[in-house]
T-cell receptor, first 119, second 112 residues
Framework: AQSVTQPDIHITVSEGASLELRCNYS??????LFWYVQSPGQGLQLLLK??????LVQGIKGFEAEFKRSQSSFNLRKPSVHWSDAAEYFC?????????????????FGKGTKLSVKP | GAGVSQSPSNKVTEKGKDVELRCDPI?????LYWYRQSLGQGLEFLIY????????KSGLPSDRFSAERTGGSVSTLTIQRTQQEDSAVYLC??????????FGPGTRLLVL
C-alpha cells in the first residue's frame, strides 16, 4: 500500500537560514509527488509537483524539491527562510490510474511538518 | 480565475442531525475529491469523482457518509446521523486530467 512519511513533526529555523523538510514514500512504481503548504485556518496551497522528467522541481515562493528514486524521497528545500514561511507542510503521493482517464487518483498525505521561524 | 469554493465555511450541529457540505470546483475540472482533516487522523481521502465514471468511494468511513456530483460540477457531501467523531475540516479539491489537485478553504464541522 502507498504511504508517505514525514519524519519531522516540528522544525524551528531562524529567519534567513536554509530549510530542508524530509519526505519518504512507499509506492510500487513511479508516483506523482506533491508538496502543499497550509497556514492556520486555511486550505492547502500547492507548492510544487513532480510527475516525470527533471528530478529537481521548482515551485512557488522560492521552494524546490528533489525526487530521488533510490531513496524513495522527495525532500523540500528553501535556501533562505522568511518569517511568512511559518506554516504546516504536507508531502503527498498520487497513484497513476490510467483506467480513470489518466487522472492521478486520490492523494495519500504525510502527517505534516510544522515549521516555526525564529526572528 | 476562481478557485475551489466550499460552503458553509463553518457548521455546528447536534449529534444525530444530518449535514450537507457543498463544493464548487474550478470550472472545467473533470475530477473532484473530498478529504477530511482531523487532529488524530491527519488528511484522509473520502471519495473521488472522475468524469462520468463511477465514483471511488473507498475512503468513506461508514455508510452514514455519501456524496453526489451533479452535472459534472458541484458536489455535495452528506453526513447522516452525525457523531462527535465526525468533527473535522472537510476539504474539497479538483483537478483537470493529470494536473495537480487544487483545494478549497474547507468546511469546519463541529458536532456537539
Amino acid at each position: 500500500a502507498q504511504s508517505v512519511t514525514q519524519p519531522d513533526i516540528h522544525i524551528t529555523v531562524s529567519e534567513g537560514a536554509s530549510l530542508e523538510l524530509r519526505c519518504n514514500y512507499s509506492y510500487g512504481a513511479t508516483p506523482y509527488l506533491f508538496w502543499y503548504v497550509q497556514s492556520p485556518g486555511q486550505g492547502l496551497q500547492l507548492l510544487l509537483k513532480y510527475f516525470s522528467g527533471d528530478t529537481l522541481v521548482q515551485g512557488i515562493k522560492g521552494f524546490e524539491a528533489e525526487f530521488k528514486r533510490s531513496q524513495s524521497s522527495f525532500n523540500l528545500r528553501k535556501p533562505s527562510v522568511h518569517w511568512s514561511d511559518a506554516a504546516e507542510y504536507f508531502c503527498a503521493v498520487g497513484a497513476r490510474r490510467g483506467s480513470y482517464g489518466g487522472s492521478q487518483g486520490n492523494l495519500i498525505f504525510g502527517k505534516g511538518t510544522k515549521l516555526s521561524v525564529k526572528p | 480565475g476562481a478557485g475551489v469554493s466550499q460552503s458553509p465555511s463553518n457548521k455546528v450541529t447536534e449529534k444525530g442531525k444530518d449535514v450537507e457540505l457543498r463544493c464548487d470546483p474550478i470550472s472545467g475540472h473533470t475530477a473532484l475529491y473530498w478529504y477530511r482533516q482531523s487532529l488524530g487522523q491527519g488528511l484522509e481521502f473520502l471519495i473521488y469523482f472522475q468524469g462520468n465514471s463511477a465514483p471511488d468511494k473507498s475512503g468513506l468511513p461508514s455508510d452514514r457518509f455519501s456524496a453526489e456530483r451533479t452535472g459534472g460540477s458541484v458536489s455535495t457531501l452528506t453526513i447522516q446521523r452525525t457523531q462527535q467523531e465526525d468533527s473535522a475540516v472537510y476539504l474539497c479539491a479538483s483537478s483537470l486530467g493529470l494536473g495537480a489537485q487544487y483545494f478549497g478553504p474547507g468546511t469546519r464541522l463541529l458536532v456537539l
